[in-house]
C-alpha cells in the first residue's frame, strides 16, 4: 500500500482510493469506487496515517462522496467516477440533517444514502463582541452581527467541517450552536462559567472552566472533566500532533496535557490568556499582563509584539496574519509579522476569534 497527499484535491490517496478520517470514530475509510473498506488510524502495513489528517470530515451523500480537510479549507466532490476540486463555498451540497453534538459523526455506511452535517458557514473572521451579546462576522470590509441576545459570549471554535460555531456563553453556563440559521443549546448544564472552546483531533469539544479549575470535555452527549489544572484555565489549543495545550493566567504559564496529566510547556508569561498555533508549528501566546503576544518556537520565548490593550483572543487567517481581539482597544488588529495594524475599529470589546 502506498500513500500520497494531494495537495490540489484536498485528500491523501492510498493507491487508487481516498483515505477519509472520520472524527471521533477512530478509524479511516480507503474508497475506491463505490466500496469503502475500514481500517485503524495507525495504518494498515505500518503505513502512517500523516497528522495532517486528524481533522477532516467526510460523508456519503446524494450526490457522492464528499471529503472536507479543516486544514486545506477544501472539499472533494466523487460522483459517478468524476473528480472535482474546488474551494468550500463552491460547493452545493444537498439538503442534509443536522449534527446533534460536537462529537457526532458521519456514518461509516457505505450507503450513498447517508447524509452528513449542515452545508458550511460562509467564510470570513467571526468575533465574539462581548459588550453587545453577539458573534459578529467580518468579511474583509464589514463586520455584520450574525448571532444576538447571548449571554457574554466568551469563546469561539469552528466545528470540524466548518457547518457550525461553537459559543462559550460566560453567564449562561453553556455552550451553543450557531449553524448559520438558528442557534442551539449543545451543553447546558455541568459548566461553570465557560471560557474556551475548542475542538480534538478526533471531534471532541473542550471547555475551560473559569468557576473551578478544570477543563471539561463533551463527547458523545456526555460531559466529563478530564483535566484538572492549578488555577482556572483559560485558552486551549490543539498542536500538529494532537496534544492539548492551556494557558493558565495566575501561574504565567502554559501547560500541556498528555492524557494523564499536566507538563509545564512555557513559563516566564505574564497573566497569559489565548493561545494559538501558527503556520510552522510555533505556539503564540497573549499576555493581559503587559499586552503583549509572545512567541515559543520549542526552545525560546520571544516577544512577537506588543501594544495589543487587552488581547482576549488569537487566531490565524487563511493567509497566515494573526489576528487579535483587543478587548480594551474595542479593535481587532492585524500582525503580518512585521507591522501590527487595526483590521476592524469600533468594536464593543472583541474578545474571542475564529476563522472559517
Request: charged residues 15%; glycine residues 12%.
Amino acid at each position: 500500500m502506498t500513500f500520497a497527499w494531494r495537495d490540489d484535491l484536498g485528500v491523501g490517496v492510498i493507491d487508487d482510493g481516498y483515505l477519509v478520517v472520520v472524527p471521533g470514530a477512530d478509524v479511516a475509510l480507503h474508497l475506491t469506487g463505490a466500496t469503502a473498506e475500514a481500517f485503524d488510524l495507525a495504518g494498515r502495513d505500518g503505513t502512517a496515517v500523516p497528522e495532517r489528517l486528524m481533522t477532516p470530515m467526510a460523508g456519503l451523500v446524494e450526490l457522492g462522496i464528499v471529503v472536507t480537510d479543516s486544514w486545506s479549507r477544501r472539499q472533494v466532490l466523487r460522483a459517478g467516477g468524476a473528480i472535482a476540486a474546488t474551494t468550500v463555498a463552491a460547493i452545493a451540497l444537498p439538503t442534509v440533517a443536522a449534527a446533534t453534538s460536537p462529537s457526532t459523526v458521519p456514518s461509516t455506511s457505505t450507503s450513498p444514502s447517508t447524509t452528513v452535517a449542515t452545508p458550511p458557514l460562509p467564510t470570513g473572521l467571526y468575533v465574539a463582541v462581548f459588550g453587545e451579546r453577539a458573534v459578529s462576522r467580518f468579511d474583509g470590509s464589514a463586520l455584520t452581527e450574525m448571532v444576538g441576545g447571548l449571554s457574554y459570549p466568551y469563546g469561539l471554535a469552528v466545528e470540524p467541517g466548518a457547518n457550525s460555531l461553537l459559543v462559550a456563553e460566560l453567564a449562561g453556563n453553556r455552550v451553543s450552536r450557531w449553524d448559520g440559521s438558528s442557534l442551539t443549546t449543545v451543553v447546558g448544564t455541568g459548566l461553570s462559567y465557560p471560557r474556551a472552546v475548542c475542538f480534538g483531533p478526533t471531534g471532541d469539544l473542550y471547555i475551560s472552566n473559569l468557576g473551578r479549575s478544570t477543563i471539561s470535555r463533551w463527547r458523545g452527549g456526555t460531559l466529563t472533566d478530564p483535566v484538572t489544572t492549578t488555577s482556572p484555565p483559560c485558552g486551549l489549543a490543539f498542536d500538529s500532533s494532537g496534544r492539548l495545550h492551556a494557558a493558565i493566567p495566575a501561574a504565567d504559564v502554559v501547560v500541556r496535557w498528555d492524557g494523564t496529566g499536566l507538563i509545564t510547556v512555557v513559563a516566564g508569561l505574564d497573566s497569559p490568556y489565548a493561545l494559538a498555533f501558527g503556520p510552522d508549528g510555533d505556539l503564540f501566546v497573549s499576555n493581559l499582563g503587559d499586552d503583549t503576544v509572545r512567541r515559543w518556537d520549542g526552545t525560546d520565548l520571544t516577544t512577537e509584539f506588543g501594544g495589543t490593550a487587552g488581547p482576549f483572543g488569537l487566531a490565524f487567517d487563511h493567509d497566515g496574519t494573526l489576528v487579535v481581539a483587543s478587548a480594551y482597544g474595542n479593535a481587532v488588529l492585524a500582525w503580518d509579522g512585521a507591522a501590527l495594524t487595526t483590521l476592524i475599529g469600533g468594536v464593543d470589546q472583541p474578545y474571542a476569534l475564529a476563522v472559517v
